[in-house]
Nanobody, 121 residues
Framework: VQLQASGGGLVQAGGSLRLSCAAS????????MGWYRQVPGSERELVAT???????NYADSVTGRCTISLDSAKKTVDLQMNSLKPEDTAVYYC????????????????WGQGTLVTVSS
């Protein structure tokens, strides 16, 4: 199973970016997908998650500015980020909690490689 993230880049404060992540490989089912971010010297923190049933959870810092969406059929999760602030600058990681194919396979966590978002003031 692999997670391939894309969409990071440099944007001015107040601008928008859309991050996308595609899960590929031998996947039986997806429980949830989401985005986390990390800045050097800090722990990775939740940005937003979404379950296969459509329930969402956002960090307080991005509520009202970000929207997460999941396409279960395509196994993709997108994060639309608006009104970006310099403090949103971080490496953004795609996450999936899923069950791979295979007899007895258990739900487990997978991480993408990270995509850098830089917001200039």
């Amino acid at each position: 199973v692999q997670l391939q993230a894309s969409g990071g880049g440099l944007v001015q404060a107040g601008g928008s970016l859309r991050l996308s992540c595609a899960a590929s490989g031998s996947i039986f089912s997806i429980n949830s997908m989401g985005w986390y971010r990390q800045v050097p010297g800090s722990e990775r923190e939740l940005v937003a998650t979404i379950t296969s049933g459509g329930s969402t959870n956002y960090a307080d810092s991005v509520t009202g500015r970000c929207t997460i969406s999941l396409d279960s059929a395509k196994k993709t999760v997108d994060l639309q980020m608006n009104s970006l602030k310099p403090e949103d600058t971080a490496v953004y990681y795609c996450h999936a909690h899923l069950r791979p194919n295979g007899w007895g396979a258990q739900l487990r966590d997978y991480w993408g490689q990270g995509t850098l978002v830089t917001v200039s003031s």
